[in-house]
């Protein structure tokens, strides 16, 4: 039941790959269970909505699709943005009487033209901006966060901005930090990074979240955002954010797509990401398959130096052309129908993938993934039943570069 006049909002916001789509994954389930009222928007920069498809599979969006809102194709920063943000609140409302609203910005979004726009909004109240930092990106990147604060003082002596601005002013807005992938660091690791974010934010919360799991009950009643503490940073950085909230792609970061309707050949695909998995690949996911696995639908998510591959699902295809498919002969016949109207040669097999990286490094990274879709020599190989050589864990899919 809906207690406060205004409907209370939270802003997932955090540096690419950081956990916000595990963490809202997580607060929908509970929701579900729950019959709690949760309504979310959710920003995806490129025009591949990969973190729309992902919550749209949770089972509280499969229940009612109302309560999802998905914006792709732009930053919710930009002023493009905004306006799809205002218009998603607005349908939100109009559908749903939400006890709160959960938005996932993207990790390229900077948070102070979403608070400007909640500081004037009489619809909503915003109450949480959460920037989730990813522990093992610091650990790796910028020495255990001891370099976050003087890669900022050089760019500020040098009148420049790049992600190490966006990251530090992500905790700078922040009511509270959740720090993640802390079990991939050890104990001081965690110490380092925590105490450079109390430096950075000495009012932020700062909570250690394990895969996502934040009680959402802790998040229903929390109190409005402290919009006098970041009133002084406001105004300095207002004139240099005037410039970046026009443009859709700030910061040196640069997005690729790649659809396809091929599968990877497993074992380029697993030099290729040795090879190339550096810090100047920020982040890439999306959606593939694998020639050596060809019924199952593939999640891939990098950030940083660290890949996991996950099963996502079935491919229609792998069903049907499964002998022991196990489901009746009117839906293979039904399937097979639909196969046909809709889908090209490897059925509704195919691969979606976004990379985001320096600009200097994501052509090179883009060309290299393309190189790893199988040939026309290989398609035939894989139609007459090739066995391509795996060397990606079978049961176990992640990789640490
Ligand atoms: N080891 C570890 N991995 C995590 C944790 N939380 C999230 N991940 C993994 O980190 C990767 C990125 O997670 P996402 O939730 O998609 O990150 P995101 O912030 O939504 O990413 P973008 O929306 O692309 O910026 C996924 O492979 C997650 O499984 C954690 O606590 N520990
Ligand atoms: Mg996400």
Request: a negative charge.
């Amino acid at each position: 039941m809906k207690t406060l006049e205004k409907t209370p909002v939270i802003i997932l916001n955090g540096f690419l790959g950081s956990g916000k789509t595990t963490l809202f994954r997580n607060l929908l389930a509970q929701s579900s269970k729950m019959n709690t009222n949760v309504c979310g928007i959710v920003n995806d920069m490129s025009d591949l909505d990969v973190d729309g498809e992902l919550l749209s599979s949770t089972e509280a969006v499969e229940d009612n699709n109302n309560i999802l809102v998905s914006i792709h194709s732009c930053v919710l920063s930009s002023d493009e943005g905004i306006m799809k943000l205002d218009d998603g609140i607005r349908k939100l409302k109009a559908n749903n009487d939400p006890e709160l609203i959960v938005i996932e910005t993207s990790g390229s979004c900077h948070p102070m033209p979403l608070i400007q726009f909640f500081k004037k909004n009489e619809a909503v109240q915003l109450n949480g901006v959460f920037a989730l930092v990813d522990c093992l990106m610091l650990s790796q990147d910028y020495n255990d966060g001891s370099n976050l604060i003087p890669s900022m003082q050089e760019n500020l002596s040098n009148g420049s901005r790049d992600t190490v601005n966006l990251l530090v002013e992500q905790i700078l807005f922040s009511s509270h930090v959740f720090l993640t992938k802390t079990d991939r660091i050890s104990d001081d690791q965690f110490s380092s990074i925590a105490s450079v974010i109390s430096t950075i934010n000495p009012h932020s919360h700062q909570h250690a979240v394990y895969f996502g799991k934040v009680e959402i009950d802790s998040l229903l009643h929390l109190p409005q955002y402290d919009y006098f503490q970041v009133e002084q940073l406001m105004a300095e950085l207002a004139p240099v954010l005037a410039a970046e909230t026009l443009k859709n792609r700030p910061y040196d970061l640069e997005t690729r797509v790649i659809r396809d309707d091929r599968p990877f050949h497993p074992e380029r695909l697993w030099e290729i990401c040795h090879e190339f998995l550096d810090q100047k690949i920020y982040r890439s996911k999306g959606f593939f398959w694998l020639a050596s696995r060809d019924k199952y639908a593939l999640l891939w998510n990098q950030a940083a130096g660290r890949i996991s591959l996950e099963i996502n699902g079935s491919w229609r295809a792998g069903i049907a052309e499964d002998e022991n498919h196990g489901i009746s002969e009117t839906e293979i016949s039904m399937l097979k129908e639909m196969l046909a109207e809709n889908h090209g040669r490897f059925g509704d097999r195919n691969c979606h993938l976004t990379v985001i990286g320096d600009k200097t490094r994501v052509d090179q990274f883009t060309e290299a993934l393309r190189s790893c879709f199988l040939t026309d020599a290989e398609i035939e190989l894989w139609f007459e039943g090739h066995e391509f050589h795996d060397p990606w864990p079978q049961n176990l899919v992640k990789l640490s570069s």
